[in-house]
């Protein structure tokens, strides 16, 4: 019996059927559940995740108390970038994920954006 995807599923396999990361512009993959979000930078010409940040993050976990999960993803988005400047990488190539580009994912990217990512 043939499995139903969901419409972010669908979504996921259309986006990553156009978009690859390589050597030079790693793949920038963001994950966001109902109460975290999760960012991991990947190439996947060698399948190694490069750098990773999260709410769960342990650089984060005392700074997030009070904060709404706009204003977590932000800072899961500089702290993403500050990790992958001081490790030589400064341009991505963003994944979405099936999710749409708004709300807290637009903040993470738009907050790595910032910070000095260039993608």
Do not use: W
């Not at 978009?19 to 996947?44: C, K, M, N, T, W």
């Amino acid at each position: 019996m043939a499995k139903k995807l969901t419409g972010r599923q669908r979504r996921k396999f259309r986006i990553r059927n156009k978009i690859s990361g390589s050597v030079e512009r790693p793949r920038l993959s963001v994950f966001r559940s109902a109460r975290h979000i999760y960012a991991q930078v990947v190439d996947d010409t060698s399948g190694k995740t490069l750098a990773a940040a999260s709410t769960l993050s342990p650089d984060l976990k005392g700074m997030l108390k009070d904060d709404n999960k706009l204003d977590c993803a932000k800072k899961v988005g500089a702290l993403l970038a500050k990790i992958c400047i001081e490790r030589k990488v400064g341009k991505v190539v963003f994944d979405r994920n099936g999710f749409l580009y708004h709300g807290r994912v637009k903040a993470l990217a738009d907050a790595a954006r910032e910070a000095g990512l260039d993608f």
